[in-house]
């Protein structure tokens, strides 16, 4: 079936808010259940899928003001991986081979991010799951989903957002909001869009990766998405 899609190699960054679900906090089960079933339903088309994921759901170096920034940076780094292994318990109960990388090593429960690693899991059809974003303080998770877009060598960055595309402002407090069917990663950071960190945005207009922002809640987008179907905002 691998002739239905658009993208052959994709890397989906999920936010630690989008893992949340309702409850806002933590993991929903259910929801990533949802998130789960898409993401076997495209590696049966054929697409070999990499993950990034955030740990807002647990902790925001913004969070700790308070703290030392590094000390703050660090413990959303480790909220990552509870994330990541979180993917992981989901994707084998529903008989999806996957593998956790870890920018920080643990050992214990993951491998460490090595890039040739990474490209035999995927090549032989298992899903990675990249956690601790880039495994450094002052960077965010969308800086480490561009670099390890980057590294792998994907078709295109799946973002998926609360919201269903990129706007010309916040729609939940601008219902006169515009939403871009495309633009380009310059306006983005023209108009600060805040589509992600301007670091990340910089990142992929330096090494054309294009760039999909879709709403993750309706987990089906995962499957459009990688059809090319139009859906969201494509940003290149």
């Known amino acids: 079936m691998a002739e239905e899609v658009k993208y052959k190699r994709v890397l989906l960054k999920l936010s630690g808010e989008v893992l949340a679900g309702d409850q806002k906090t933590g993991v929903n089960v259910e929801t990533v259940g949802k998130i789960c079933d898409e993401i076997k339903k495209i590696t049966e088309m054929g697409v070999q899928v990499a993950i990034v994921v955030g740990g807002g759901n647990f902790w925001r170096g913004r969070n700790g003001h308070q703290m030392e920034r590094t000390t703050a940076d660090y413990m959303g780094i480790i909220a990552t991986a509870m994330n990541g292994l979180a993917l992981q318990d989901a994707?084998?109960?529903r008989g999806v081979c996957?593998?956790?990388q870890t920018a920080i090593e643990m050992r214990e429960i993951a491998e460490p991010f090595i890039l040739r690693k990474a490209e035999k899991h995927l090549n032989r059809g298992r899903v990675v799951i990249f956690a601790?974003?880039?495994g450094h303080p002052y960077f965010t998770t969308d800086t480490?989903?561009?670099l390890r877009a980057t590294e792998i060598n994907a078709d295109i960055i799946l973002l998926g957002k609360n919201?269903?595309?990129v706007y010309s402002a916040d729609p939940k407090l601008d219902p006169t909001a515009k939403?871009?069917?495309q633009i380009s990663y310059i306006e983005v950071l023209e108009k600060d869009l805040k589509v992600m960190d301007s670091t990340a945005t910089a990142m992929c207009r330096d090494n054309k990766?294009?760039?999909l922002v879709f709403g993750i809640s309706d987990p089906e987008n995962i499957v459009k998405a990688v059809k090319g179907e139009k859906i969201g905002t494509i940003v290149n």
């Open 209 to 211: 990766m294009p760039l």
């Open 98 to 100: 996957s593998r956790v």
């Open 179 to 181: 939403k871009y069917d």
């Open 132 to 134: 601790c974003g880039t």
């Open 163 to 165: 919201i269903d595309g």
């Open 144 to 146: 480490a989903a561009v």
């Open 91 to 93: 994707l084998e109960a």
